[in-house]
């Protein structure tokens, strides 16, 4: 792979993306992994990100120079130059001219790093220490008014480093340099695509379930059918998948599930209902963390149970089912602080909020890859687009969207609130502009109405369309005013208990994509 060592940005998982977007494969390691477990991944190109510190601050992370020496390609961004610039001999220092946002630099020469590069650019920067003299054997190949060395390299050991973010869509040219970098510098091809994927997870998958039975926690979403999919194709009918009705799903969800999946797959389906049991150890509870918990405990002591009765179906007494497959995508691992070194955001139900005493090993094919990259194999494993292109939808379900305690009548309520809203997005024909729209009801909110003559006092329904990439970072979707209108005034009319419907305006950062 292609490491991208995080010193503690955001930045780290847009340059992996942008790294894999150039068809090479990318996995991010923490800056505090040693050179020789880095090298221990046999990398083939190191790209050191950008990250909040300032190289002369107590404690930053530096990069431990043996890194320079192995023979590998290096690019350094950011603080990753700057890094790279003192850890070989180069003045790093604190002018006292910070750079942020869009920035004019002017090519000195262009270099293999720059080369296609216009001599005048706008790119993104965000310092405050900069570069004052490139290392011995490097040249200088940009400069801008508060960077005397805005880029460099040195092209015998293959060392290049850029004080701009050539990962984010304000360096317009960005791309470009990495992938003058991936190919040129490091002599990459563009090799790596969803075909790659899915030949080595089946092998993966074949490897480490051998001939045991497998159960896959299907929930309908894209995420967990693509990877049922990937595991059919490695091993067939030792999968039965396992469809758990918590009591906090959408209405249409379970009927969904059979007529788009199994139609399409004819793999083995068990649906489990378990929604009083959710519901009971659900009550009383209002923090998110401890929602988020219980129902990630929960859905393991079902899918314990369904695994013996699996065992018991197919007759197979003595056996038993070692694995559960589940659709851990990349960007929940890091937001569950699996990437260590990461801070944990929140606990996605099938990361962190696995209880301790899991009896299960799991399959995990999904766990390298971000949504996109899932969809296209999907796409290439024939999984129907109705799946496919269907929006994110988190697995502890609108237990996640009521704020405050999750009880029978308040899941009614969103439940008619959620498929009023989704109904009118669809009519609207904006399913695939937006990236999902969660409908958030504030349980513990009460605000005073007027309907039908009458004073109400209800609940508000929060409407939260967001648009993003890869759920690592949102905007807020700027919907059509007339479509808000009609989803305001259906849910007020259609649902009692809810007398106001509000729209959330914030990105993410700083507001996750879910209220909780
Ligand atoms: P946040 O709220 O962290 O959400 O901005 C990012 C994306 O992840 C989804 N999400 C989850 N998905 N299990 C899941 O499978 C979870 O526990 C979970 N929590 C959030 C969320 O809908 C959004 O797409």
Redesign the pocket.
């Known amino acids: 792979p292609v490491l991208v060592v995080d010193f503690g940005a955001q930045y780290a998982q847009l340059i992996a993306r942008r790294v894999r977007e150039a068809s090479v494969y990318s996995e991010i390691v923490p800056h505090t992994a040693t050179v020789e477990a880095m090298l221990a991944k046999n990398p083939v190109a190191i790209i050191l990100s950008g990250g909040p510190s300032s190289v002369y601050a107590d404690g930053a992370p530096s990069v431990d120079p043996a890194l320079f020496d192995a023979g590998i390609p290096v690019l350094g961004i950011c603080y990753g130059f700057q890094a790279m610039a003192q850890a070989l001999g180069g003045t790093v220092a604190r002018t006292g001219s910070s750079e942020f946002g869009g920035t004019a630099v002017t090519i000195a020469g262009a270099g293999e790093l720059l080369a296609g590069s216009p001599a005048e650019q706008s790119v993104w920067m965000s310092h405050g220490d900069s570069v004052q003299a490139a290392p011995a054997g490097f040249d200088v190949l940009a400069t801008s008014s508060g960077s005397p060395v805005a880029a460099f390299e040195d092209r015998t050991r293959n060392l290049y480093g850029l004080q701009w973010h050539p990962e984010v869509r304000h360096s317009p040219l960005g791309q470009r340099a990495l992938e003058n970098f991936l190919y040129t510098g490091a002599g990459l091809a563009p090799d790596w695509n969803p075909g790659n994927v899915i030949a080595d997870q089946v092998a993966a998958i074949r490897a480490q379930v051998g001939s045991a039975r497998v159960i896959c926690g299907l929930s309908g979403g894209v ?1 967990s059918s693509v990877a049922a999919a990937l595991v059919q194709k490695a091993v067939g009918d030792q999968l039965t998948c396992v469809f758990v009705d918590h009591g906090l799903l959408r209405s249409g969800e379970a009927e969904q599930v059979e007529k788009d999946f199994v139609a399409a797959t004819g793999v083995t389906l068990k649906v489990v209902d378990a929604r009083e049991r959710f519901l009971d150890a659900l009550a009383g509870v209002s923090d998110p963390e401890t929602k ?1 918990k219980i129902i990630g405990r929960e859905f393991i002591r079902v899918f314990e149970q369904a695994a013996r009765e699996v065992v018991a179906d197919a007759g197979d007494a003595g056996a038993e089912v070692k694995f559960l497959v589940q659709g851990t995508l990349y960007p ?1 691992v890091v ?1 569950s602080g699996g990437g260590e070194g990461a801070a944990n ?2 606990s ?3 990361v962190g ?1 696995l209880p301790d005493d899991l009896q299960f090993s799991l399959v995990e094919p999904l766990r390298a890859l971000f949504k996109d990259e899932v969809r296209a194999v999907g796409l290439e494993l024939g999984v129907p687009e109705a799946i496919v292109w269907r929006q ?5 379900g609108l237990g ?1 969207r009521i704020v405050g305690e999750v009880t029978a009548e308040r899941l009614e309520i969103l439940r008619a609130a959620d498929a009023i809203a989704r109904e009118e997005l669809t009519r609207a024909g904006l399913d695939r502009e937006i990236w ?1 729209c ?1 409908v958030v009801l504030l349980g513990d909110v009460r605000s005073v109405g007027v309907q039908g003559d009458g004073r109400t006092y209800g609940h508000p329904i929060v409407l939260r369309p967001v648009s993003s990439e890869d ?1 690592m970072t949102a905007d807020w979707t700027r919907l059509p005013y007339d479509v808000l209108a009609i989803i305001s005034t259906r849910i007020t009319n259609e649902v009692r208990e809810v007398n106001r419907v509000v729209l959330d305006v914030t990105s ?1 950062p700083p507001g ?3 209220w909780e």
């Open positions: 995420d988020r929940d937001e955001i929140k996605h139900h099938n909020g994110p939808f988190p697995g502890p996640i999902q969660p759920a993410k996750t994509i879910e």
